[in-house]
């Protein structure tokens, strides 16, 4: 799935003050953060190779109750990837600590999931994932970077062949 290694692309568009921000953006910072996805499409979308990782670049931010961004799609309108990867990539933020946060417990991050599950992701995704989340987080934590930086590079060559 390309389109999970491409997903933030069009933040390359987006100013530093604006992307390294300690704390919460405001609304005006945030019109110019929820550009990033129709930025990136517009880095993609000449190149053929990229085609299939549009959807995800795009749509990763669409809510399944419809509140989401750049188009408000609701439910199964929004791209099963995207919904997919949305959930994975909400999975990690929560599990990392960043300048505005403490990173969650697995367990916390599991039942917060859980909670948006109707409302961000759609219920189905979620369940299905939730069974998964606990041997995942087991293949990553407690891995040294060396080892996480080794197990994308096997990835990345296996799905890009480069």
Not at 124 to 134: D, G, M, Q, S, T
């Amino acid at each position: 799935m390309k389109g999970a290694f491409l997903h933030d692309v069009g933040k390359i568009g987006i100013p530093d003050n604006i992307l390294l921000k300690e704390g919460p953006l405001d609304e005006a910072e945030l019109v110019v953060m929820r550009e990033h996805p129709s930025m990136g499409v517009e880095l993609l979308a000449d190149m053929p190779w990229f085609q299939d990782a549009i959807p995800v670049v795009l749509h990763h931010h669409e809510r399944f109750d419809g509140t989401g961004y750049p188009d408000a799609h609701a439910g199964e309108a929004i791209p099963l990837a995207a919904r997919i990867f949305s959930v994975i990539d909400v999975f990690d933020a929560l599990l990392a600590r960043s300048p505005y946060k403490a990173a969650f417990s697995l367990q916390k991050t599991m039942q917060t999931l859980d909670d948006e599950s109707a409302g961000h992701f759609g219920p189905a995704i979620v369940k299905r994932f939730l069974k998964l989340a606990p041997a995942f987080f087991d293949l990553v934590v407690g891995r040294s970077e060396p080892e996480l930086r080794a197990m994308l590079e096997a990835r990345r060559r296996k799905m890009f062949g480069i």
